[in-house]
């Protein structure tokens, strides 16, 4: 079974706009500092291609959690793998497109890669054997992904596993997965998915974008990324038209203490912090290390509890844990 989804975004092609044009390499007096706007250009055009790529790949696990909870969902098994599932189905440019973006998915693709090495590299020894949480390794979550977008096309997308290293033992079974996968979203749509026509009526529009004022330099620069490339309007978008939501939903992108996203269904916010993304583009500029810098070694929920919105939604949890909610 194939689901026909159109892709929403080319990022590629956002990076590169916004970067600008290459300067062109032929020589003249000036042929120095063409070069060096040029090596600039890219770096930034790398940088803003990783940063949003990444931030698609959350976003999109954010807005699978939103539909599994908005439209009561059944799940089998974890929470965690059924949202980045439906995400990469239903909001990623992973999925979907033609033969001529396979290109363009093995970037995303290494850029999510380099992201989950890098974060996985950075984490603390005793932070690894968190066998308890909820969400997969990083490494964990890299093969499924790959083998999701791999398993959707495998003639066509033999570059993706070669790309991965998926050995033959799990290759084997990635059709398989992509079509329960693809039979499951099936569903959820034909169940949940909009009755009526999309319009652009206030009515269709549920969810809005708040962008609190930037506390760094370096968020107002990806807060501009934001808004020029559309990543987040893409996938609100798509998801309202998709879906007939039954409430008023917001994204916000906030100041927060540590690198984080989460759906906060009681407040139907999905809370996206600009440390994140920061975080990102830290790891943007070290793709090619070997080790970066952990993120502090602090429990990511307590530091959660810091953003006041998230204090108030698991008041009992963070009062507990901090003593002193909202601070
Ligand atoms: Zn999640």
């Not at 939103?66 to 440019?93: H, R, T, Y």
């Amino acid at each position: 079974m194939a689901l026909c989804l159109a892709v929403p975004l080319s990022l590629a092609e956002q990076a590169s706009e916004l970067a600008g044009q290459e300067a062109e390499n032929s020589y003249s007096p000036d042929g120095d500092r063409e070069l060096r706007e040029d090596v600039i250009a890219n770096a930034e055009n790398e940088r803003v291609f990783f940063v949003i790529a990444n931030l698609e790949h959350t976003l999109a696990h954010e807005m699978g959690h939103v539909i599994l909870d908005e439209f009561d969902i059944p799940v089998l098994g974890n929470m965690e793998v059924a949202a980045d599932q439906l995400g990469i189905f239903l909001f990623s440019s992973l999925m979907g497109g033609n033969d001529n973006f396979v290109q363009g998915k093995l970037d995303i693709l290494q850029a999510i890669a380099d992201e989950m090495r890098l974060e996985w590299g950075a984490r603390p020894e005793a932070d690894r054997e968190h066998y308890w949480s909820s969400h997969p390794f990083e490494p964990q979550r890299f093969y499924n992904t790959a083998c999701m977008i791999y398993g959707s096309e495998p003639k066509v997308l033999e570059h993706i596993r070669d790309f991965a290293e998926i050995p033959p033992a799990r290759a084997f079974y990635c059709r398989d997965e992509y079509e329960t996968a693809a039979q499951a979203v099936s569903w959820v749509i034909s169940r949940a998915g909009r009755k009526t026509a999309y319009t652009a009526n206030p009515e269709d529009h549920k969810i809005s974008i708040e962008y609190e004022e930037p506390h760094s330099q370096r968020s107002e620069k990806i807060r501009g990324w934001l808004e020029e490339t559309g990543v987040i309007t893409s996938i609100t978008h798509r998801a309202e038209e998709l879906f007939d939501f039954q409430r008023p939903l917001r994204v916000s992108v906030a100041n927060c203490q540590y690198p984080g996203a989460m759906w906060m269904s009681g407040k139907g916010e999905i809370l996206l912090c600009y440390q994140l993304m920061e975080r990102y583009y830290y790891l943007a500029d070290h793709r090619d290390a070997t080790e970066t810098d952990a993120v502090l070694d602090m429990s990511e929920w307590n530091a959660f509890c810091l953003y006041e919105s998230v204090a108030e939604h698991y008041s009992s949890y963070c009062s507990k844990s901090l003593g002193n909610p909202g601070q």
